[in-house]
C-alpha cells in the first residue's frame, strides 16, 4: 500500500523556520518527481515546490514565486524521504502542507498540475503568527 506521511509542520512565528518531512513507503517503482503542495482555508490547493531527479548527476527543483529563496526542497532517495526547508516565514505561509508523487514521462511541463500527482499525503498544518 503507497503512503505519504508528512510531519513537521507547527506553529511558529513571523521570521521563524520549519522542516517538513515527507516518508513516502509501498512504491514499487520510484516516482518519477515528487513536490510540496499547500492549500489555506477558503483557496485552492498551490504547488509550492517540486524535484525531478534526471539522472543520478543531475536535480531540477522548481518553486513558486511566492516561496523563492525562502524554501529548499531536497530528497533523500536512500530514506524515500522528501523534505521542505523553510525560512522566513510568512503569515501568508500559513496552510496544510500536502507531499505528493508523480509517475508522470515526461515530468509535465507544469510542475504545479495537480492530475500530475498520483499519490498525496494526508497533510501537516503549518501556522506563521505575527
Known amino acids: 500500500q503507497v503512503r505519504l506521511v508528512e510531519s513537521g509542520g507547527g506553529s511558529v512565528q513571523a521570521g521563524g523556520s520549519l522542516r517538513l518531512s515527507c516518508v513516502a513507503s509501498?512504491?514499487?517503482?520510484?516516482?518519477?518527481?515528487m513536490g510540496w503542495f499547500r492549500q489555506a482555508p477558503g483557496k485552492e490547493r498551490e504547488g509550492v515546490a517540486s524535484i525531478y531527479r534526471h539522472n543520478s548527476n543531475t536535480l531540477y527543483a522548481y518553486y513558486a514565486d511566492s516561496v523563492k529563496g525562502r524554501f529548499t526542497i531536497s530528497q533523500d532517495t536512500a530514506n524515500n524521504t522528501l523534505y521542505l526547508e523553510m525560512a522566513s516565514l510568512k503569515p501568508e505561509d500559513t496552510a496544510t502542507y500536502y507531499c505528493?508523487?508523480?509517475?508522470?514521462?515526461?515530468?509535465?511541463?507544469?510542475?504545479?498540475?495537480?492530475?500530475?500527482?498520483?499519490?498525496w499525503g494526508q497533510g501537516t498544518q503549518v501556522t506563521v503568527s505575527t
Open positions: 509501498g512504491f514499487t517503482s520510484r516516482p518519477i518527481s
Open positions: 505528493a508523487a508523480s509517475f508522470s514521462w515526461p515530468p509535465p511541463s507544469n510542475w504545479r498540475h495537480l492530475p500530475a500527482y498520483r499519490d
